[in-house]
């Protein structure tokens, strides 16, 4: 007589046996961003099938199927033969993946200035003729792009016989338009005042105001004013011109204000 013993092995109670890694898991380095940002998302994949899956690829996706590589440019990527945009997602090329195998890739993503206010990631790993379950990741927010416009102001002047015409030249480089321009100007002392065109004259002081409500990207306008020198004046004589105000911010102060000198003989002989 053959004797047949059974044995079982005993889980003892709070035990469980260990499960299987998600298929694909995320994580971001940062998921408030602001333009020209630089992150890192890192993409761990597992195949938990009892199969090897041929040509498999980590997938990244934005929720709702909008395009992740018209908010994210890709930088660069370790862990995979090759990441690449498809269309509106970011794949990572793994190669054939063994049962049980697991694959870490990490990514490296820059803002795009058309980056909308968020976007929830979603991840899966996907091979030629299979695909694994989509899960759901971090939501990333994008803080809206500063825009600037860089106001320049340029001055120069004229002789006409004894009076001098001056001209303000008020460029916006961009890249935004701007708005509720001001450059404060002002003829030299010694000299007297004539008119403007464009400019309004502070009282009887030697300062103007030079006011542009609205001037686009790459636009510029110009703003006159005149001074005359008197019997006998001579010397050397400087005006200004300075933007005091304009919004957005500009970004470039080294533009913002100009100077013109001009020599006077005698209040005759004018020379610019």
């Known amino acids: 007589m053959v004797t047949v013993v059974a044995s079982a092995v005993l889980i003892a109670p709070g035990t469980a046996l260990a ?50 590589p018209s908010m994210i440019e890709l930088v660069g990527c370790t862990g995979a033969t090759i990441c690449f945009p498809l269309d509106i997602e970011f794949r990572a090329a793994l190669g054939d993946l063994p049962s049980g195998a697991t694959r870490t890739i990490v990514y490296t993503f820059k803002v795009l200035d058309t980056a909308p206010e968020s976007v929830t990631l979603q991840h899966q790993l996907l091979g030629d003729e299979y695909s694994f379950e989509l899960f759901e990741g971090a939501t990333l927010t994008f803080a809206a792009a500063q825009v600037d416009a860089d106001i320049s102001v340029g001055l120069t002047g004229s002789a006409s016989g004894g009076r001098i015409n001056y001209t303000v030249t008020v ?27 464009g400019c309004t004259r502070v009282g009887t002081t030697r300062n103007l105001n030079c006011g542009v409500a609205s001037l686009a990207g790459g636009a510029s306008v110009t ?31 080294a533009n913002d204000k100009a ?6 003989l005698l209040g005759l002989l004018v020379r610019c």
């Open 19 to 68: 499960a299987d890694p998600p298929s694909s898991a995320i994580e971001v380095s940062d998921t408030s961003l602001n333009v020209g940002q630089e992150f890192t998302i890192t993409q761990t994949v597992h195949n938990s099938a009892s199969f090897t899956i041929v040509g498999a690829k980590a997938a990244l996706f934005g929720k709702t199927g909008v395009s992740l």
């Open 171 to 197: 460029k916006n480089n961009g890249p935004a338009p701007a708005t509720g321009i001001n450059v404060a100007a002002a003829y030299p002392s010694g000299l007297s005042y004539v008119g403007a065109s």
């Open 223 to 253: 703003k006159t004013f005149s001074a005359s020198a008197g019997l006998l004046t001579t010397g050397s004589f400087v005006a200004t011109a300075q933007r005091t105000a304009s919004s957005p911010t500009d970004p470039v102060a």
């Open 259 to 264: 100077s013109k000198s001009c020599s006077i």
